[in-house]
């Protein structure tokens, strides 16, 4: 393997817009970064994300497809 051909890795301060801090590894190359959503905020992983289907579309598959086998 060729020497020196890999970024430097580092331990990072992370700052999310909902105030939440954590520490991670990263080869970004400043100290700290600010991120807008992480696992405390983001739906996905809060429990609270709701699936839109505003244009029926699991009907309009169910309705076609739902009874072949």
Same mark, same amino acid.
């Given at each position: ?8 890795y &580092?331990?990072?301060n992370v ?19 600010h991120i ?12 609270? &994300? ?6 029926? &579309? ?12």
């Open positions: 393997m060729k020497a020196d051909t890999h970024p430097a &580092q331990e990072v700052t999310c817009s909902c105030g939440n801090n954590f520490k991670t590894s990263s080869t970004y190359a400043k100290d700290e970064m807008e959503v992480c696992s405390e905020c983001h739906p996905f992983y809060t429990g609270k &994300q709701k699936v839109l289907d505003s244009a029926g &579309q699991i009907e309009k598959f169910n309705k076609r497809f739902g009874g072949k086998k």
